[in-house]
């Protein structure tokens, strides 16, 4: 089996449409296109995304930050692409980013049911936090909050 080749790359417009569909195919309540776009020139977000050799979406991960803190917006990868590393990635290059801005720490918050993005996470040196009750609408369902402590 042939592993997959991709690359992490900014944020730009000419991804727009296709993190549009990944939202509506990972989220329940997906982001707006237009809400997406905002993020591209926002000075206190930092989006990545996750490219094959045809310059295709495989994923994304997008943090927004404010003085040394850090928070894990989303991250999404095509049902098709996951198990190949692309998640792993994309968070390990935004922890790297974090690290560069000298964030204290990134949180974020995960569906309680989501066992293999908490593994992900905790792998990646996340821990639990807290929890927020009834975060999840669509299925309502409580989610973790969990934190990478960097500097």
Do not use: H
Request: proline share 3%.
């Amino acid at each position: 089996m042939r592993m997959l080749s991709f690359r992490i790359k900014p944020f730009l417009e000419e991804y727009l449409d296709e993190i549009a569909l990944l939202e509506r195919t990972c989220f329940s309540t997906p982001w707006s296109k237009d809400l997406l776009a905002s993020e591209i020139y926002n000075n206190n977000s930092n989006f990545l995304v996750a490219v094959d050799e045809s310059n295709r979406v495989l994923g994304y991960v997008g943090l927004k930050f404010i003085m040394d803190e850090g928070y894990i917006t989303n991250i999404a990868v095509f049902p098709q692409y996951r198990n190949n590393g692309v998640a792993s990635e994309l968070l390990k290059k935004i922890i790297e980013f974090g690290d560069s801005k000298n964030l204290k720490f990134i949180s974020l918050e995960v569906r309680k049911s989501n066992v293999y993005a908490i593994s992900l996470y905790k792998y990646q040196g996340f821990i639990f936090a807290g929890e927020r009750k009834n975060f999840y609408s669509n299925p309502k369902e409580d989610a973790f909050i969990m934190t990478k402590y960097i500097n």
